[in-house]
C-alpha cells in the first residue's frame, strides 16, 4: 500500500499528456500571462488589506511585512518558475508535487489548493462587496444592513466574534455570479477582460501613490511599529511579540503572515501553462514580472496610506477611498471606489479560474470523477461544470464568513503549497538532475531551503485556530482520497502512463492549436 500512496509521475509522462486531445487552448502569450498573475495579486491586497493589517497587526510598519512577505514569495516564485518550464501542464504545484513527491502530496497540495483558490475568491469577493457599496453611498444608495454583509466578525479588542447586525453579503454573492458566467463563456475572453481590468486598476493604483504622496504627514509614521517587529506564535503560544486579548499575535511579521494573502496569484499563472503559446519561456517571466512589479506597487501604497492617515484611523473595509476622504479629497473617493471594484473583480475572476484548472488536472488523473470535474464544454472548451461548483461554493463562503476570518484560512494553505514546492526542487534536482530545465532556479540549495525556512516562520505566526481549520480541510481531504481518489487513480494501474481515458466523450476534442 505504502508503494501506491507514494508513486510518481515522470517528467516524460508529463510531457507526453501535452500530446493528447484533451488539452486546453494554447491562446495566452507573456502580456495575457503577466496580466494574469498582476490581476490576480493587485486587488484585495493594496485596496482592503492593508488597513486590516496596519490597524490590526503592525501599523505603519506594514511596508516592512509587504517586504518580508514579498521576499518568501520571490523565493516560491523561483522555484515554481523552475517547475513550469520543466512541466508546462494544468496543475501548479499539484502536478509539480506528483512528479517529485509522490500521489498522496500531490492529493495533499491539490486539495490544499482546492482551499486556497476557493476561499480566497471568496475573500476578495468580499472586499468588492465593500467598495460597491462605498461607491453606492457616494450616490446616496445605502443596502439595508440584512443585506451588507457576513453576520459575525472578529473584534481584536474584545479577543473573540461580534455580531455584525447583518445576515448576507449580497453584493458579494452576486459579483461571484457574474464571474461565474464570464468563466464559462472562455478563457480567452475572461483574459481578455481580465487585461482591461488590470489596467484600470494599475491607473488608479498610480493615482493614489501620485495624488497621495503629496498629503503624507511623516508624523503619523510614529511609533512606527506600534506592535513590534514580530508576532510569532507557536500554537496559540506567543514566542516573540505582543499578541491581542484573543491570544492572536501581533507585530510586523504577524502582519506579513496576514497580508501574505496579498500575493496569492502569482503562482496561479502557473496553472495556465497548458494555455500558453510558449510555456518555457513565458511562463517563468511572466511569474517573476508579475510578482516583482506588484511588490513595489505594495510598499509604496502601504507607505502613502499610513502616511496619509494614522494607522488606528485606517477604515477596516475600504481603507484607500477612505483615506483620500480623510484628508479633504472626496472627489477622489468615487474613481478610487470605482477602480477598486473593477480591480479586486478581476482578482476573483483570475482565482476562480485557477480553481477549476486544478479540479481539471487532478480528474485527468482519476483522483476525482472524470465525468464532472474533468467535462469540457463542447462549445467555450471551458471546465464549466467545475467552474459553476466553484462558483456556488465561492457564493457561499462569501454570503457568510468575514473577511478577517476568510484571510487567514487562504494563508495557511498557501503557505503549505509554497514549502511543498520549495521542498519539490531540491528533490528533483537529486532524482532527475539530467531533465531539462528552461530556467533554473539560481543558488540551489540555497533559495529553495530559505523559501521554506520563511514560509514556516510566517505559518507560526498566524493565530492558531488556523491551525485547527487547516487539519480538518485535510482530514477531510483524506477521507475523499482514500475513499475514491487512491482507487480510481490512473496511476494504480500496471501502466503508469496517464491521460489513458478521455476526461470528456470521445466525439469531443479540445483543439491544441495557438490562435
Same mark, same amino acid.
Given at each position: 500500500?505504502?508503494?501506491?500512496?507514494?508513486?510518481?509521475?515522470?517528467?516524460?509522462?508529463? #510531457?507526453?499528456?501535452?500530446?493528447?486531445?484533451?488539452?486546453?487552448?494554447?491562446?495566452?502569450? $507573456?502580456?495575457?500571462?503577466?496580466?494574469?498573475?498582476?490581476?490576480?495579486?493587485?486587488?484585495?491586497?493594496?485596496?482592503?488589506?492593508?488597513?486590516?493589517?496596519?490597524?490590526?497587526?503592525?501599523? $505603519?510598519?506594514?511596508?516592512?511585512?509587504?517586504?518580508?512577505?514579498?521576499?518568501?514569495?520571490?523565493?516560491?516564485?523561483?522555484?515554481?518558475?523552475?517547475?513550469?518550464?520543466?512541466?508546462?501542464?494544468?496543475?501548479?504545484?499539484?502536478?509539480?508535487?506528483?512528479?517529485?513527491?509522490?500521489?498522496?502530496?500531490?492529493?495533499?497540495?491539490?486539495?490544499?489548493?482546492?482551499?486556497?483558490?476557493?476561499?480566497?475568491?471568496?475573500?476578495?469577493?468580499?472586499?468588492?462587496?465593500?467598495?460597491?457599496?462605498?461607491?453606492?453611498?457616494?450616490?446616496?444608495?445605502?443596502?439595508?444592513?440584512?443585506?451588507?454583509?457576513?453576520?459575525?466578525?472578529?473584534?481584536?479588542?474584545?479577543? &473573540?466574534?461580534?455580531?455584525?447586525?447583518?445576515?448576507?453579503?449580497?453584493?458579494?454573492?452576486?459579483?461571484?455570479? =457574474?464571474?461565474?458566467?464570464?468563466?464559462?463563456?472562455?478563457? *480567452?475572453?475572461?483574459?481578455?477582460?481580465?487585461?482591461?481590468?488590470?489596467?484600470? *486598476?494599475?491607473?488608479?493604483?498610480? %493615482?493614489?501613490?501620485?495624488?497621495?504622496?503629496?498629503?503624507?504627514?511623516?508624523?503619523?509614521?510614529?511609533?512606527?511599529?506600534?506592535?513590534?517587529?514580530?508576532? =510569532?506564535?507557536?500554537?496559540?503560544?506567543?514566542?516573540?511579540?505582543?499578541?491581542?486579548?484573543?491570544?492572536?499575535?501581533?507585530?510586523?511579521?504577524?502582519?506579513?503572515?496576514?497580508?501574505?494573502?496579498?500575493?496569492?496569484?502569482?503562482?496561479?499563472?502557473?496553472?495556465?501553462?497548458?494555455?500558453?503559446?510558449?510555456?518555457? +519561456?513565458?511562463?517563468?517571466?511572466?511569474?517573476?514580472?508579475?510578482?516583482?512589479?506588484?511588490?513595489? /506597487?505594495?510598499?509604496?501604497?502601504?507607505?502613502?496610506?499610513? &502616511?496619509?492617515?494614522?494607522?488606528?484611523?485606517?477604515?477596516?473595509?475600504?481603507?484607500?477611498? *477612505?483615506?483620500? *476622504?480623510?484628508?479633504?479629497?472626496?472627489?477622489?473617493?468615487?474613481?478610487?471606489?470605482?477602480?477598486?471594484?473593477?480591480?479586486?473583480?478581476?482578482?476573483?475572476?483570475?482565482?476562480?479560474?485557477?480553481?477549476?484548472? =486544478?479540479? /481539471?488536472?487532478?480528474? +485527468?488523473?482519476?483522483?476525482? $470523477?472524470?465525468?464532472? %470535474?474533468?467535462?469540457?464544454?463542447? +462549445?467555450?472548451?471551458?471546465?464549466?461544470?467545475?467552474?459553476?461548483?466553484?462558483?456556488?461554493?465561492?457564493?457561499?463562503?462569501?454570503?457568510?464568513?468575514?473577511?478577517?476570518?476568510?484571510?487567514?484560512?487562504?494563508?495557511?494553505?498557501?503557505?503549505?503549497?509554497?514549502?511543498?514546492?520549495?521542498?519539490?526542487?531540491?528533490?528533483?534536482?537529486?532524482?532527475?538532475?539530467?531533465?531539462?530545465?528552461?530556467?533554473?532556479?539560481?543558488?540551489?540549495?540555497?533559495? $529553495?531551503?530559505?523559501?521554506?525556512?520563511?514560509?514556516?516562520?510566517?505559518?507560526?505566526?498566524?493565530?492558531?485556530?488556523?491551525?485547527?481549520?487547516?487539519?480538518?480541510?485535510?482530514?477531510?481531504?483524506?477521507?475523499?482520497?482514500?475513499?475514491?481518489?487512491? +482507487?480510481?487513480? #490512473?496511476?494504480?494501474?500496471?501502466?503508469?502512463?496517464?491521460?489513458?481515458?478521455?476526461?470528456?466523450?470521445?466525439?469531443?476534442?479540445?483543439?491544441?492549436?495557438?490562435?
Amino acid at each position: 500500500m505504502s508503494s501506491s500512496l507514494f508513486r510518481k509521475k515522470t517528467v516524460a509522462g508529463l #510531457l507526453e499528456e501535452m500530446a493528447g486531445e484533451n488539452r486546453l487552448r494554447r491562446v495566452l502569450g $507573456p502580456v495575457h500571462l503577466t496580466s494574469l498573475g498582476v490581476g490576480a495579486v493587485i486587488g484585495t491586497g493594496i485596496f482592503v488589506l492593508t488597513g486590516a493589517a496596519a490597524h490590526d497587526k503592525a501599523g $505603519p510598519a506594514l511596508m516592512l511585512s509587504f517586504v518580508v512577505a514579498g521576499i518568501a514569495c520571490i523565493f516560491a516564485a523561483l522555484c515554481y518558475a523552475e517547475f513550469a518550464s520543466m512541466v508546462p501542464v494544468a496543475g501548479s504545484a499539484y502536478t509539480y508535487a506528483y512528479a517529485t513527491l509522490g500521489e498522496l502530496f500531490a492529493w495533499i497540495i491539490g486539495w490544499d489548493l482546492i482551499l486556497e483558490y476557493a476561499v480566497s475568491a471568496g475573500t476578495v469577493a468580499v472586499g468588492a462587496s465593500g467598495y460597491f457599496q462605498d461607491l453606492l453611498g457616494l450616490l446616496g444608495i445605502n443596502l439595508p444592513k440584512a443585506i451588507s454583509g457576513a453576520p459575525f466578525d472578529y473584534d481584536p479588542s474584545m479577543g &473573540g466574534f461580534s455580531s455584525t447586525g447583518s445576515l448576507i453579503d449580497l453584493p458579494a454573492v452576486v459579483i461571484t455570479g =457574474i464571474v461565474t458566467v464570464i468563466l464559462v463563456v472562455g478563457i *480567452k475572453q475572461s483574459a481578455s477582460f481580465n487585461t482591461a481590468m488590470v489596467i484600470l *486598476k494599475v491607473a488608479i493604483v498610480l %493615482f493614489v501613490i501620485g495624488v497621495g504622496v503629496f498629503y503624507i504627514n511623516p508624523a503619523n509614521w510614529k511609533p512606527f511599529a506600534p506592535f513590534g517587529l514580530t508576532g =510569532i506564535s507557536f500554537f496559540g503560544k506567543t514566542a516573540a511579540g505582543q499578541h491581542d486579548a484573543g491570544g492572536q499575535p501581533l507585530g510586523m511579521l504577524a502582519g506579513s503572515a496576514i497580508i501574505f494573502f496579498s500575493y496569492i496569484g502569482f503562482d496561479s499563472v502557473s496553472t495556465h501553462s497548458e494555455e500558453a503559446r510558449r510555456p518555457q +519561456r513565458d511562463v517563468p517571466l511572466a511569474i517573476i514580472t508579475s510578482l516583482v512589479i506588484c511588490t513595489v /506597487l505594495y510598499i509604496v501604497v502601504s507607505a502613502v496610506l499610513t &502616511g496619509m492617515v494614522p494607522y488606528n484611523q485606517l477604515d477596516i473595509s475600504a481603507p484607500v477611498s *477612505k483615506a483620500f *476622504k480623510h484628508v479633504g479629497l472626496g472627489w477622489a473617493q468615487f474613481l478610487i471606489s470605482f477602480g477598486a471594484l473593477a480591480g479586486i473583480t478581476s482578482v476573483v475572476l483570475v482565482t476562480m479560474l485557477s480553481q477549476a484548472r =486544478i479540479f /481539471l488536472a487532478m480528474a +485527468r488523473d482519476g483522483l476525482l $470523477p472524470r465525468g464532472f %470535474f474533468g467535462a469540457i464544454h463542447e +462549445r467555450f472548451r471551458t471546465p464549466w461544470k467545475s467552474t459553476i461548483l466553484t462558483g456556488v461554493f465561492v457564493a457561499f463562503v462569501t454570503a457568510f464568513l468575514p473577511l478577517r476570518i476568510l484571510a487567514q484560512l487562504v494563508n495557511i494553505g498557501t503557505l503549505m503549497a509554497f514549502v511543498m514546492v520549495c521542498a519539490a526542487v531540491l528533490i528533483m534536482r537529486k532524482t532527475n538532475p539530467e531533465a531539462k530545465r528552461p530556467f533554473r532556479v539560481p543558488m540551489v540549495p540555497l533559495i $529553495p531551503i530559505l523559501g521554506i525556512l520563511i514560509c514556516l516562520l510566517l505559518m507560526f505566526s498566524l493565530p492558531p485556530e488556523n491551525w485547527l481549520r487547516l487539519v480538518v480541510w485535510l482530514v477531510l481531504g483524506f477521507a475523499i482520497y482514500f475513499g475514491y481518489g487512491r +482507487r480510481h487513480s #490512473l496511476m494504480a494501474s500496471a501502466n503508469t502512463r496517464v491521460d489513458q481515458e478521455p476526461v470528456v466523450p470521445a466525439s469531443i476534442s479540445i483543439s491544441s492549436r495557438t490562435e
